[in-house]
């Protein structure tokens, strides 16, 4: 599968930085999700569950109190304010 570098950050340091397949997420207007090769495009992220897949197939689930994500050139960036990854 195609992977993409995912960048999360919040005011205490990168919480999350490595190749994946798949980011779920929920913008203002709803859920989505980013893969590979996916366009450029900017929103603001709300409360809720995160999803990140890994490419050997685990799926890492966070929380989220909200943000802003980038993703450009094959990159994506989750800018939060406050993001908890679930053990």
Do not use: Q
Request: glycine share 12%; with cysteine.
């Amino acid at each position: 599968m195609n992977t993409f570098k995912l960048t999360v950050a919040s005011p205490d340091g990168n919480k999350f930085s490595g190749e994946v397949v798949k980011l779920d997420l929920r913008g203002v207007e709803g859920d989505f999700a980013i893969m590979a090769g996916h366009v450029p495009f900017v929103t603001s992220v709300v409360k809720c569950p995160c999803y990140i897949w890994l490419e050997d197939g685990t799926v890492m689930e966070g929380e989220t109190e909200g943000g802003l994500l980038t993703v450009d050139k094959g990159e994506a960036t989750f800018l939060s304010g406050s993001f908890k990854m679930k053990e």
